[in-house]
């Protein structure tokens, strides 16, 4: 007998499928559909990102980099002292730290720096999707906002303009963290992690100013105590409201208050110029720059982050049921309400075109962010799909354009160290060029530092072979 050969399975229409397997395909595409959207996005904004990062950073020191790492050159600083080591009205923290190793493994690669800041900045929207979760859930389409904003392009300047690790992204990743230390449930793990985080972020670039957030948390966690909303025990957090006022006070010991421009003069403009300055901050992290429209939407916005601050203060003073979620918006929203106001202070004598440096785009991501977990709490309907719709998408094409100024730098960076290499002179490279790799060169000791660097192989002479 010949054996038969097994008849091929009938195909089963979906429409003729039981009732229970269809719900439970749809309940499957619910549940996989937006992680697989997420991670598709993901990974179309990181190739453009790291992509963006290998084209156009270049392996040589640019203005305040000559400054802010001057320990390294010839020094055997410790790491007390670089931590603490004032580079303008900051100090550099844990970045230079993170510095110190990536340099000594890389021969002063600055490319490697950039990387480690665009992946410190990668690391941060894993951990910005995570305390989504944990606030609201699981995932969900308006979810790619958040690769979005973290991954944008708009902050060149940071990645391949003048790299520093302390200036931003470390700070934003740590703030983040902050925020994932919030909802926890064990006070005594909760209030111990806010304080560790935050003293490291005091002492690292503009993350200073969640100093001044951390003692408005144990403020209103003191309020709470006394007015019974908690059963925490009373001395916990007073003490660390103690502990966060001492943090904040530690800075300031052997500090010296300076500007990072010559013409400082605060505050003779008035109130309507220093809000007009952060309205063009705001506008400029959606790719609006020097328009009616930027003129007429940051405003706009500026107003939405105002009410929306005061609305958190409210739900927090009278600590409803969504306090978690409440106090995560209000320590973003305050941190950016701070650095706006800070910068504004400190630029505004430059101009209103200074406030749309992309050099600040990385830290108003805490801002953007909490107005978009603002709108994840808007009642379900169509105008909630459509705002958070229209959020995702205005954050796009800046996101993801190229920056004509930062072809330009990576161009002119490239055109200085190539003459540089062949006539080691810099007034003559500056002007064949017309670039300049730092305005005044006798004021940083540019000639001695570049020697250094071909003493020992470094930066750009480890490209380059022997002569």
């Known amino acids: 007998m010949t054996s038969r050969s097994p008849k091929p399975a009938k ?185 560790i985080v935050n003293f490291f972020l005091i002492y690292t670039g503009f993350g200073l100013f969640m100093g001044i957030v951390t003692i408005g948390v144990f403020a209103l966690q003191c309020y709470w105590q006394l007015r019974r909303f908690t059963s925490i025990p009373a001395a ?37 110029a220093y809000l007009r300055f952060m309205g063009f901050m705001l506008a400029n992290f959606l790719g609006l720059r020097g328009s009616w429209l930027a003129a007429g939407v940051g405003p706009l916005i500026l107003l939405s982050v105002v009410v929306v601050l005061g609305a958190q203060m409210r739900s927090l003073i009278a600590r409803d049921h969504s306090a978690d979620i409440s106090l995560t918006r209000g320590v973003l929203l305050s941190f950016g309400v701070l650095y706006m106001a800070s910068t504004a202070l400190g630029r505004i004598c430059l101009g209103p075109e200074a406030a749309q440096s992309s050099r600040y785009t990385t830290l108003l991501i805490p801002l953007f ?18 705002a958070l719709g229209v959020f995702a998408l205005v954050l796009i094409p800046n996101a993801l354009s190229v920056p004509l100024d930062a072809i330009k730098f990576a161009d002119g960076k490239r055109a200085w160290t190539a003459c540089y290499l062949q006539t080691e002179n810099i007034k003559n490279c500056d002007q064949i060029t017309g670039f300049v790799i730092y305005p005044s060169p006798e004021r940083t000791g540019l000639r001695q530092k570049l020697d250094y660097l071909k003493q020992h192989r470094l930066s750009f002479y480890a490209d380059s072979p022997p002569r």
């Open 11 to 195: 195909k089963v229409r979906p429409e003729k499928l039981p009732p229970s397997t269809k719900r439970s395909l749809a309940q499957s595409l619910v549940h996989r559909g937006p992680v697989l959207v997420l991670g598709t996005v993901i990974l179309a904004f990181s190739y453009n990102f790291f992509g963006f990062i290998s084209k156009y950073s270049v392996n040589v020191l640019f203005y305040d980099q000559w400054d802010f790492l001057r320990l390294f050159f010839g020094g055997n600083a410790s790491l007390g002292e670089l931590f603490l080591m004032q580079h303008g009205p900051i100090r550099e923290g844990v970045g230079i730290l993170a510095d110190k190793y990536l340099y000594a493994l890389t021969d002063w690669n600055v490319r490697a720096e950039a990387f480690m800041i665009g992946g410190c900045l990668f690391v941060a929207m894993l951990l910005a999707l995570l305390l989504k979760k944990r606030l609201f859930g699981r995932l969900s389409y308006s979810d790619v906002a958040i690769p979005i904003m973290f991954l944008s392009l708009a902050q060149w300047e940071g990645l391949t303009g003048t790299p520093n690790p302390a200036y931003s992204a470390f700070p934003l990743t740590m703030m983040i963290l902050y925020c994932l230390a919030l909802p926890q449930p064990n006070p005594i793990l909760k209030y111990s992690l806010v304080l």
């Open 236 to 272: 916990f957090p007073f003490v660390g409201l103690l502990i966060a006022g001492a943090s904040l006070g530690s800075f300031f010991l052997g500090y010296t208050f300076t500007t990072s421009v010559d013409c400082f003069d605060a505050p003779r403009p008035g109130p309507i």
């Open 369 to 386: 962010l909490a107005l978009y977990f603002f709108l994840l709490s808007m009642p379900s309907g169509r105008l909630k799909g459509i």
